[in-house]
Structure formats: C-alpha cells, structure tokens
C-alpha cells in the first residue's frame, strides 16, 4: 500500500507545482479577493475530476484528436474570459472595491471547477498515468487503489490550499504592487488561453 501512497501523493505534488491554468486562475482571484475567499477553490479538483475520470477512462481514450481539441480550445476560451474578468476587477479603485460577499468562495470555486474541467491536462493525465496506475493498484486490492487516490487528492488540496494562501501574500502588498501582481497573473491567464485556443482551432483547421 505504500508504494500507492507514494505514487498518489508524487503525482499531486507534480501536478501542483506545475504551473498551469488552475495555478494561474488561483493566483489572480487570490491576488484580487485575498486567500480567505479563494480558499475553497482549493477543492476544485474533488468537484471537476469525477467526470474526468469518468470520461478519460471510458470515453476520452476513444475519442478523435478533433474532439480532444475541441475542449482544448473551449478551454483557452474560458481562460480568457475569466483574464478579462481579473483585469476588470484591477481597474477598480480601492474605494470602490465591492464589500465582502458571501456569494464570492462558491462563485469562485465554480469557476475553478469550469477551469480544470475544461483543461485537458487532467484528462491526458486521468488517461495515461492514473487511471491505468488505479486499475492497476484495484487488481491486486481494492485498498490499494482506494490509498492511491486518497494520497493523490488529499495531496493536491493541501498543495492548492498553501499556494493559495502563499499567493494571498499579494494583498499586503501596496495597491500598486498588488496591481501588478494580479495584472500578471491576469497576463498569464490570457496567454495560456490563448495558446490552449490557438493550438485546438489550429489542429481543427489543419483537417
């Protein structure tokens, strides 16, 4: 069973520290509404990978490359509009910033769900690294399988939950500081949409 704990919590660890639209998402909302509020996007995962996992392993593995760039570039798009949405926040004036809202965590952390579920990241990795190592770590005992997962999950919460509240550092900061911050993390949000859009419509042009 250990060797599955090791694998789970590996794979999370890999998967957190890379920088990815999900990072990107977090580090704007945390940067404009502070680690508190952005906290429960932490869970995001648990929210989005149940019909990942669902479709990378029944579905996702036999669908054409013009389908799996089709969610690419719906992805990209998404990763745009959720850039300008930051950078619209930005232009507010610190006086003119909205008081707390309750409503703020769920919308954020709906929104991080939309993120990875239209990122095609966990889907490749539900399809050709831990889907396959679950059934495998299943056969020889459902525990195993059960471990793997728990690590991997339990892993990437925690791992979302510190980068988050690292990110939220961004709120002490000066407001000019804190602008560019979320400005950057807003920059980085659009050129990974770009990219994701540009390379799935380009993929579907070339057929």
């Avoid at 399988?145 to 690590?151: G, K, N, P, Q």
């Amino acid at each position: 069973m250990l060797p599955n704990v090791a694998l789970g919590a590996g794979l999370a660890f890999a998967a957190v520290v890379q920088p990815g639209p999900l990072q990107a998402f977090l580090l704007s909302r945390a940067a404009t509404d502070g680690w508190k509020r952005t906290l429960p996007a932490a869970f995001a995962p648990l929210l989005s990978d149940g019909p990942i996992a669902l479709l990378a392993l029944v579905v996702l593995s036999r669908f054409p490359l013009a389908a799996q760039n089709l969610l690419r570039a719906a992805g990209g798009a998404l990763l745009l509009y959720l850039a300008w949405t930051s950078l619209r926040d930005l232009r507010a004036a610190p006086g003119d910033a909205p008081e707390p809202d309750v409503r703020a965590a769920p919308k954020t952390l709906f929104q991080a769900s939309a993120v990875n579920l239209l990122n095609p990241n966990p889907y490749l990795a539900w399809a050709l690294v831990l889907g396959p190592a679950a059934l495998s770590a299943w056969r020889i005992h459902p525990a195993n399988a059960v471990a793997l997962l728990a690590a991997f999950y339990g892993v990437m919460v925690v791992g979302l939950a510190a980068f988050i509240v690292l990110a939220g550092g961004a709120r002490s900061l000066p407001s000019r500081a804190r602008r560019a911050v979320g400005a950057a993390a807003a920059a980085v949000l659009a050129a990974l949409g770009l990219w994701m859009l540009a390379t799935g419509l380009g993929f579907l042009a070339s057929r």
